[in-house]
């Protein structure tokens, strides 16, 4: 069984840094793509950021490009989000995914990915 664990959420100020990481495990697993989403609460499930591990492109919703960044490792199935410059509206409980199939995929649709960690919060305060 393929398991997506997350970690490094917490709280920070606004303006302030937080790292997570998302780390693949169980049997032997490869994926095309792993990505993060988010959703706060009374909100829908948000994409956030993708890594096609094909080409290394990344992809990024409008409200975070330059301020988030996603890069990770395809051979240890590890994907981490870089997140600088935060600020109270990035608070939700962010969810790591993956995707095992090959292209063609849409990146920001939750439904192009096959499996999902449990989420980790963030809390941003003013």
């Known amino acids: 069984q393929v398991q997506l664990v997350e970690s490094g959420g917490g709280l920070v100020q606004a303006g302030g840094s937080l790292r997570l990481s998302c780390a693949a495990s169980g049997r032997t697993f490869s994926s095309y793509a792993m990505a993060w989403f988010r959703q706060a609460p009374g909100k829908e499930r948000e994409f956030v950021a993708a890594?096609?591990?094909?080409?290394?492109?990344?992809y990024y919703v409008d409200s975070v490009k330059g301020r988030f960044t996603i890069s990770g490792d395809n051979a240890k199935n590890t994907v981490y989000l870089q997140m600088n410059s935060l600020k109270p509206e990035d608070t939700a409980v962010y969810y790591c995914?993956?995707?095992?199939?090959?292209?063609?995929?849409?990146?920001?649709?939750?439904?192009?990915?096959?499996?999902w960690g449990q989420g980790t919060q963030v809390t941003v305060s003013s």
């Open positions: 995914a993956a995707r095992r199939q090959p292209p063609p995929y849409y990146p920001g649709s939750p439904s192009s990915y096959s499996y």
């Open positions: 890594i096609s591990w094909t080409g290394g492109s990344t």
